[in-house]
C-alpha cells in the first residue's frame, strides 16, 4: 500500500464529513499526524483542486471535485433504483438469492442483493466484489463484451494465460475461459459451478441499455445441492425473464431474446443478452 496516498485520501474523506471546515491543528489531531506532515497533504490536496483553504480564516474544506466525480457514478445508484422491482420479482419468483452486479476491471460488484429465505443460501454482500471469471454475473457480462483473447488478459489484468483459481472448480485458462463464455452466448445465460465458493453455484445473465451495451448483470446464487442440470435449466428461464424485463426498463429495443449475436471481438455491440 501506498502510505502517502492513503494518508491523503483518508484526510480528504475526513476533511469531506467536517461541514464547517477543520483547521490544520483539528486535522493533525484527528488523524494523528504530526503538523507538518498535515498540512504537507493538505497544501497537496488544495494545489490538486480536492481542497480549498479559507483566506478568512484558513480553515480547509473539501471541494466541490468530490461532488462533481459523486456524479458520474451516480448512474450506478439509477440503475439499482431502477431495477430493483426486477430483482425482487425474481427473488419472490425462485425463493434464491438474487444480485445486481456491474462489471469493473477484473471484478464484479454487487450493487443490489436479496437473501434467499431457505435454510441454506448463499453468502454476499451488497459493494461486495468477486473475480469475474468465478462467477456467473461476472460471466455474463464478459460474454456480452464477447472479447478476443488479448482483450479478455487485459480485461482481467492477466500477463498470460492462467486464471488465479479460488477453488478446484475454477476454470484454469483464457482459452477454456472463452469456451465457457461461447457456450453462455448460445444458451443465453452463464454459468458457475463452484467456481468461486465451494458449495456454491450460479447463474447470470446480462442485462442492456438503449444502446444495446452490456451495463449490469443478473444473477443468482444457488447452493450445489440445489442447482442440478435440470434445477438450474428451470432456474434460468426465471433469470432471463428478469433480464428481459429489466433491459426493457432500460430502454433495450429488441423484441426478443433469441436474436442471433450481432458481436465483434473487442467490441460491446451486442444484441442478444447473456
Not at 431457505?118 to 454475473?137: E, F, T
Not at 472479447?147 to 480485461?155: G, N
Amino acid at each position: 500500500m501506498d502510505s502517502t496516498l492513503a494518508k491523503g485520501l483518508g484526510v480528504l474523506e475526513w476533511l469531506a464529513r467536517q461541514g464547517a471546515g477543520a483547521r490544520l491543528g483539528e486535522v493533525a489531531q484527528a488523524l494523528g499526524l504530526g503538523g507538518s506532515n498535515a498540512h504537507r497533504t493538505l497544501q497537496t490536496l488544495v494545489q490538486c483542486g480536492w481542497a480549498r483553504q479559507s483566506p478568512s480564516d484558513s480553515r480547509y474544506f473539501a471541494s466541490l471535485k468530490l461532488f462533481e466525480l459523486g456524479g458520474l457514478v451516480d448512474g450506478a445508484v439509477d440503475l439499482k433504483d431502477r431495477l430493483h422491482p426486477c430483482l425482487a420479482d425474481l427473488a419472490q419468483a425462485t425463493g434464491e438469492t438474487i444480485h445486481l452486479a456491474v462489471l469493473q476491471g477484473a471484478d464484479i460488484v454487487y450493487l443490489d442483493k436479496f437473501d434467499s429465505p431457505l435454510p441454506v443460501a448463499a453468502y454476499s454482500r451488497i459493494g461486495g466484489r468477486a473475480s469475474a471469471h468465478c462467477v456467473a454475473s461476472g460471466k455474463a457480462l464478459l460474454a456480452a463484451l464477447a472479447l478476443d483473447d488479448a482483450a479478455l488478459r487485459a480485461q482481467l489484468g492477466l500477463d498470460g494465460d492462467t486464471l488465479p483459481a479460488h477453488t478446484p472448480h475454477t476454470l484454469p485458462t483464457v482459452q477454456t475461459l472463452q469456451t465457457d463464455l461461447a457456450a453462455a452466448r448460445a444458451r443465453g445465460w452463464a454459468s458457475n459451478a463452484e467456481e468461486w465458493r465451494l458449495g456454491v453455484c450460479g447463474l447470470g445473465a446480462a442485462v442492456f441499455n438503449a444502446r444495446g451495451q452490456p451495463v449490469a448483470a443478473v444473477g443468482m446464487s444457488v447452493p450445489a445441492m440445489r442447482c442440478s442440470a435440470g434445477q438450474a435449466s428451470a432456474l434460468a428461464v426465471a433469470l432471463l425473464q428478469c433480464a428481459a424485463q429489466a433491459s426493457t426498463s432500460l430502454g433495450w429495443p429488441g423484441d426478443t431474446f433469441t436474436d442471433p449475436p450481432a458481436a465483434t471481438s473487442g467490441t460491446t455491440r451486442k444484441r442478444r443478452p447473456v
